[in-house]
T-cell receptor
Framework: GAVVSQHPSRVICKSGTSVKIECRSLDFQATTMFWYRQFPKKSLMLMATSNEGSKATYEQGVEKDKFLINHASLTLSTLTVTSAHPEDSSFYIC???????????????FGPGTRLTVL | AQSVTQLDSHVSVSEGTPVLLRCNYSSSYSPSLFWYVQHPNKGLQLLLKYTSAATLVKGINGFEAEFKKSETSFHLTKPSAHMSDAAEYFCVVSDRNDYKLSFGAGTTVTVRA
């Protein structure tokens, strides 16, 4: 399958600072990237859908001003956690995909995730 | 709205014995169903998917799942577990309303030597 990378894999920051997480599709052009959040022992929760060149669509309950998403190219999307607080500590996972010819997304390829710890 | 319920949070099996991971789904539209595996420090990997073709779906690494509409189930099985199967498994549903993925809570599989 296609390869999706995330950087950094781990980050520790102080409360009140901002952190940027990168998601890259390494061997294909991803028209759509998704950002998920995974709590310990919990499922993945979709945060937002990011389409190249347009504003991200956020799921209900996700603060768009806190979690800034930029999808400036077909191979890169970034998630910036602004003014981070300890409750933002989590595992953030991205996926990348394209829209299928017969409708619906093609297979989503997932990055390895980024562990964010806010002190 | 769509959702999945994974009936077991943890499954422990002996190497060489069968594995069964149970999943029930709810969907307002014709669903697509998936099983993903998550190994530590690696991205989620697609094991198999059902998209309205054959109800018995074969996936990678010897896994298969059967879609049963009458039972709204999509259980994952493997006839003989291997140590490398120890991981977190997610049942996932998507419907043709918005094509987004909704994940179950996950099942942790441990394999005993």
């Amino acid at each position: 399958g296609a390869v999706v990378s995330q950087h950094p894999s781990r980050v520790i920051c102080k409360s009140g600072t901002s952190v940027k997480i990168e998601c890259r599709s390494l061997d294909f052009q991803a028209t759509t990237m998704f950002w998920y959040r995974q709590f310990p022992k919990k499922s993945l929760m979709l945060m937002a859908t990011s389409n190249e060149g347009s504003k991200a669509t956020y799921e209900q309950g996700v603060e768009k001003d806190k979690f800034l998403i930029n999808h400036a190219s077909l191979t890169l999307s970034t998630l910036t956690v602004t003014s981070a607080h300890p409750e933002d500590s989590s595992f953030y996972i991205c996926s990348a995909t394209t829209w299928g010819d017969s409708g619906g997304y093609n297979e989503q390829f997932f990055g390895p995730g980024t562990r964010l710890t806010v002190l | 709205a769509q959702s999945v319920t994974q009936l077991d949070s943890h499954v422990s099996v002996s190497e060489g014995t069968p594995v069964l991971l149970r999943c029930n789904y709810s969907s307002s539209y014709s669903p697509s169903l998936f099983w993903y595996v998550q190994h530590p420090n690696k991205g989620l990997q697609l094991l198999l998917k059902y998209t309205s073709a054959a109800t018995l779906v074969k996936g990678i690494n010897g896994f298969e799942a059967e879609f049963k509409k009458s039972e709204t189930s999509f259980h994952l099985t493997k006839p003989s577990a291997h140590m490398s199967d120890a991981a977190e498994y997610f049942c996932v549903v998507s419907d043709r309303n918005d094509y987004k993925l909704s994940f179950g809570a996950g099942t942790t599989v441990t394999v005993r030597a």
